[in-house]
């Protein structure tokens, strides 16, 4: 069992679009995909609500680069990443690559940035 404490914090960081895991070849013991990471956050919710604990799910960044769901602009990408409740999300130095992504990710309405409201 995790310690938990009134405040908890499940940082993603470094996806680079691997959202559905890597192969077994890639550091199968640090494989998970997007689902996992939202059970697991769901879990410790759970966990949580017996407590009146507080949990946030952070998206750090560099979720682009690394498979073909990386496109210019993200557009596939960005629709499955919406599907995860961040309570604040960041972007990485991956993100900032192409103007199309930016674009897509800060002046896009209903885009990226939009999505999440105050929460980017």
């Known amino acids: 069992m995790l310690p938990l404490g009134d405040i908890n914090v499940i940082i993603l960081t470094d996806v680079h679009s691997f959202v559905g895991g890597h192969s077994s070849v890639h550091e199968p013991h640090l494989n998970a995909d997007l689902g996992h990471v939202l059970s697991f956050y769901q879990h410790i919710e759970n966990e949580l609500g017996a407590v009146n604990g507080n949990v946030f799910l952070v998206n750090n960044g560099d979720w682009m680069d690394g498979t073909g769901l990386t496109t210019n602009p993200p557009n596939e990408l960005v629709e499955i990443i ?29 885009g990226y940035a939009d999505w999440w409201g105050g929460r980017y």
Do not use: Q
């Open 82 to 110: 919406k599907h995860m409740p961040y309570s604040a999300l960041n972007i990485g130095n991956h993100e900032l690559y192409m103007n199309s992504t930016v674009e897509t990710i800060v002046k896009r309405p209903g």
